[in-house]
């Protein structure tokens, strides 16, 4: 029965789960929270698929002497747990191959964006930028590109980072937003929000689809550039980021980013409505959702602690003492 939980939990973890906190907005309020909450969810899923193979695996081993084991469980029982150890192994399997090839990949991605964009790099453009406001903003490697396309975004890893900025950017926008934009991208370098997105992608690509639920991908998404906007608002005010982003937005191209892109388009209405009720509220008289922040906090430490209290320590003392025994 225990790998019958653990599968269960897994499951519920991976599609219903998901999907139901996805519909929430009251993690738009504490975003840093809500994405504990939605990586101890992820990493309690992982955990569930592998002690259901494991559970299923020692149920042969922990078993008493005596008839065999299709005689004593039936054929049923037998060959449910035969497919779903199979099952287990097989997403197991799959969930470390698919974590090898999206690393390998993204990282092979990110090193040619960061050679093409060194390549398109034009010094000419560079001094438009305020060196002042680059290093308010703390954005020391910058990347300017010519061309009619509005675009900002920053390009993560071991090899440098990047902030690339188009020319029409820094011509169309004032500086404030220009900060806002640099300090948001900067954010994005600083949290490594790179990791966080590329640990949901993992997740999302190695379970069947069946089971697994896009909401959490795409919401996650939508909570890290929430935490770089608290960020870039922090430095320059709410007003010039919601104006930099609708400038964005509306722009006529759209260029590749990187992981940490300041998305436009359907995140981008919510974004700036979330910018704009924050500066209704009052940025500096508002109090933080501190309650709301340890709820939050307390539910994602109860998805990791309840399941290892109540199905994993039972097990793993049977366990133990059987083959003690």
């Known amino acids: 029965m225990t790998a019958f939980w653990f599968a269960a939990l897994a499951v519920l973890l991976c599609g219903p789960v998901p999907a139901l906190l996805a519909r929430a907005r009251w993690t738009w ?4 929270a809500a994405l504990v909450l939605w990586q101890s969810i992820a990493l309690a899923a992982v955990l569930a698929t592998l ?11 922990t078993e008493q002497p005596g008839l065999p084991f299709l005689a004593r469980h039936g054929l049923a029982q037998t060959t449910l747990i035969g497919l779903g150890s199979a099952f287990v192994a097989v997403v197991t399997v799959r969930f470390w191959i698919v974590a090898v090839l999206v690393a390998v990949r993204t990282r092979r991605r990110r090193r040619r964006h960061r050679d093409l964009v060194d390549l398109l790099h034009h010094d000419d453009a560079a001094p438009a930028v305020d060196r ?4 308010e903003a703390g954005a020391r490697v910058l990347r300017v590109l010519t061309g009619p396309a509005r675009v900002a975004y920053c390009v993560p890893g071991v090899g440098g980072n990047r902030v690339v900025i188009s020319d029409a950017v820094l011509r169309e926008l004032s500086s404030q937003e220009v900060g806002a934009v640099l300090a948001h991208e900067q954010a994005h370098l600083r949290a490594r929000h790179d990791l966080v997105l590329e640990a ?3 997740l999302h690509a190695a379970f069947p689809r069946v089971v697994s639920s896009r909401a959490a991908l795409d919401t996650v998404r939508l909570l890290v550039e929430m935490l770089a906007d608290d960020a870039a608002r922090r430095r320059t005010g ?5 104006r930099a982003l609708v400038h964005l937005a509306s722009a006529p191209g ?7 892109e300041l998305r436009v388009g359907a995140d981008a209405l919510t974004r700036v409505r979330r910018l704009a009720d924050e500066r209704c509220r009052g940025e500096d ?21 309840v399941p290892t209290l109540a199905i994993a320590v039972p097990w793993l003392t049977a366990s133990w003492r059987s083959l003690a025994g």
Not at 29 to 32: K, M, T
Not at 132 to 135: F, N, P, R, S
Not at 238 to 242: C, K
Not at 254 to 260: D, I, K, M, R, W
């Open 29 to 32: 309020q504490v975003p840093r």
């Open 51 to 61: 002690g259901a193979g494991l559970s299923s695996l020692t149920l042969l081993v």
């Open 132 to 135: 002042a406001l680059l290093g």
């Open 200 to 202: 949901f992608t993992v």
């Open 238 to 242: 709410s007003l010039p980021l919601a």
């Open 254 to 260: 759209e260029g590749a980013g990187g992981q940490g």
């Open 285 to 305: 008289r508002r109090p933080p959702h501190r309650r709301l922040a340890l709820a939050a906090y307390a539910v994602a430490l109860g998805v990791l602690g």
